[in-house]
């Protein structure tokens, strides 16, 4: 990003399978989230409860929040997001918490 020195816009498309889900987990820096297809179930610890996100809808990550939930609420259909992230260039994207 050349207004922003130091930082990286990084995209990458998750899939989740039907009843799929990722462990917790945090990232570098900010993310955006949207939904491509199928419904996203997230928590995040700075953004308020888990809640389900439809195909066509967005959440957000502040930079040093945990991501508590995040799945596919379907047990039958596979969903997918969108994932931007605004990190440190270099920087590990996601670590999952032990």
Do not use: Q
């Not at 930079?63 to 596919?72: D, M, Y």
């Not at 969108?82 to 440190?88: E, G, N, Q, S, T």
């Amino acid at each position: 990003l050349p207004n922003v020195p130091g930082k990286r816009l990084t995209v990458v498309v998750v899939d989740y399978p039907a009843g799929g889900r990722s462990l917790k987990h945090h990232h570098a820096g900010s993310v955006f989230a949207y939904v491509l297809s199928g419904m996203i179930r997230s928590e995040n610890s700075a953004t308020g409860p888990v809640r389900d996100y439809r195909a066509g809808e967005s959440f957000f990550e502040p930079a040093g929040s945990e991501h508590l939930v995040s799945e596919n609420a379907s047990a039958t259909e596979p969903a997918s997001l969108l994932a931007i992230f605004v990190a440190d260039d270099g920087a590990k994207l996601t670590t999952f918490d032990e």
